[in-house]
Structure formats: structure tokens, C-alpha cells
């Protein structure tokens, strides 16, 4: 009994591993040897573009290099860029215009109705706090401008000649007014000024404004330069915006100093301010000589 069990076991088990054998060998007929996996084409750097021929994906040679400075090409492993080299021709540069405005430094010298020279604005004030006469160049005020086209423009002092630290040459004014042509009173007098003033005057509540003191309206853009014949002329705005073409005097007496005032006003000025012994002048720009060592 157990003999024959053990024979159909092992007879069994034989034509188990028959068929197992023989479905293997039938797979591998079947399926066939395994074909190798395609290669798929990895995406080219910029690096395999450059080097390989030189010569794009597409087959077209570069035109330009893939990097556009050297750091650029050390990170991405490309060789560097060619020099650059740089025009040698002798062409001459254009020149470029300049849109500021061309600044004159000098004096003014003095001329009396006559036309002759009196001497120059000296960079000394006197006691009562005006610009006088000086027959030296060497101790005239040295003077700093630029036109500004048509309109009345402001004269600077320049820094060695400022007395008490005022840096501009402009006018104070006599009365109250502020108006050139309103009457014989109606003058200004040349003054160092503390600050720019353009358009109407602007009054001085406690005259520390001007080196004159004085409480009237002051400005400093009064003055017009012709560079034909160099003459410096002025022109004063008044408070209702209107400009006045003025002269210029000179009063020796009584520390007048130089003033501006409307010709038209003039012969008045001389009757009710004789006291000043003015007298008409007209200023002209100059260059100014080097100091004396």
C-alpha cells in the first residue's frame, strides 16, 4: 500500500517537471531573445552644440557664440570670447555742443558822459555801505555772469571781493515805492545783496538784506550785457511786473556811490538830491589783471 502511493507520487512529481520544461523552452520560442531598449537621444548642451562641429541641431553653423561675456562662457564650459579689437582710425571726434551758457568774469569799468574813464567799481564798500569808484584795476570788484537771453540777469561777486559775506551786486531801493520812473526819489543804489532775487522787488522789513542797510525793495537781476560793444546796461522790474530801462549815476557826495535810476527821472534827482554831486556814467565789462605779488 505505502509502495504504491509513493510510486504514483513520484510519477506525479516527474510529469510536473515535464511541463514545466516544455512551457519554457515554448516562451523563449514565442517571445524570442529580448531586444536591446532604443536609445533615446539625450538633449544636447549648449556645450555638445558648440563643440561638435561647431554646427547647431539643425545642422547650421552658429553665427554668434552662446555666451555673451566670459563669465558667462566659464559657467557653461564654452571657450572664451574673442577679443574685441578696437578701431585705431584717426577720425576726429565731433565736439559736443554745450547748452551752458558762457560765463564772464571781470570787472566794470567806468565811463563818464563824455566817454571817458573814470576808473572801475572798487571791491571796497564805503561807510555807508555802497559800491564806490577805485582808480586801480587792481582793487576793482572781481564780477561773475552769464546772459540769460534777453531778460536782465544777476552778477555775482566773486568770493575773495564779497564784503561781510554778501555774494551778489544787485540794487536797494530808496522809498517804498520799488518803482523806477515814478519820481525823482524813485532810485536804487548799487549794494551787495544776500540772496538771488529775481522779478519784483522784494522788500527788507529789517535791512540786513544789503550792505546799505535799507528797507526798501531789493533785487539783482537788473543788469544786460551787449558782448558787441561790452557795455553793461540796466533795466528794473517793477511791482507790477513791468520792466524799466534805467542809467546809471554816480554820486560822489555824501556816500551816494552808484545808483540806477529812470532817465527820465534824472534832472529831478539832480534838484532834490544835489547834496550827491551825481553825475551820469555808463559801465563796461573788462578783464581785470592778474593781482600785484
Known amino acids: 500500500m505505502i509502495k504504491s502511493c509513493l510510486l504514483s507520487f513520484f510519477a506525479l512529481l516527474f510529469l510536473v517537471c515535464t511541463l514545466a520544461q516544455t512551457t519554457t523552452v515554448q516562451d523563449h520560442r514565442l517571445v524570442g531573445p529580448r531586444a536591446a531598449p532604443s536609445a533615446v537621444p539625450r538633449r544636447r548642451s549648449e556645450r555638445d552644440l558648440y563643440v561638435n562641429n561647431r554646427r547647431s541641431g539643425r545642422g547650421l553653423p552658429f553665427k554668434r557664440s552662446l555666451c555673451s561675456t566670459n563669465a558667462e562662457c566659464l559657467r557653461k564650459g564654452l571657450p572664451l570670447l574673442k577679443p574685441v579689437r578696437r578701431a585705431t582710425g584717426t577720425r576726429a571726434l ?155 549815476f554816480y554820486g560822489s557826495g555824501q556816500n551816494y556811490g552808484f545808483g540806477m535810476i529812470a532817465q527820465s527821472d534824472y534832472q529831478a534827482f539832480t534838484q532834490d538830491f544835489d547834496s550827491a554831486s551825481p553825475q551820469i556814467v555808463t559801465f563796461k565789462y573788462v578783464t581785470l589783471p592778474s593781482p600785484e605779488v
Open 94 to 248: 565731433r565736439p559736443r555742443q554745450s547748452d551752458s551758457p558762457e560765463v564772464y568774469s571781470g570787472g566794470i569799468q567806468v565811463f563818464n558822459s563824455d566817454g571817458n574813464s573814470i576808473g572801475y567799481i572798487s571791491k571796497n564798500i564805503n561807510p555807508d555801505g555802497g559800491y564806490d569808484l577805485t582808480t586801480s584795476p587792481y582793487e576793482a570788484v572781481s564780477l561773475l555772469f552769464s546772459q540769460d537771453g534777453s531778460d536782465p540777469f544777476t552778477i555775482t561777486i566773486s568770493s575773495n571781493d564779497r564784503q561781510a559775506g554778501y555774494p551778489y551786486l544787485g540794487g536797494a531801493f530808496n522809498d517804498q515805492s520799488s518803482n523806477i520812473g515814478s519820481g525823482s526819489s524813485a532810485f536804487a543804489l548799487l549794494s551787495g545783496i544776500s540772496k538771488e532775487i529775481s522779478g519784483t522787488a522784494q522788500p527788507d522789513d529789517e535791512g540786513l538784506e544789503n550792505t546799505r542797510g535799507l528797507y526798501g525793495g531789493q533785487e539783482t537781476a537788473i543788469f544786460l550785457y551787449n558782448p558787441a560793444t561790452q557795455a553793461i546796461t540796466g533795466r528794473w522790474t517793477n511791482t507790477d511786473s513791468s520792466k524799466q530801462d534805467t542809467i546809471f
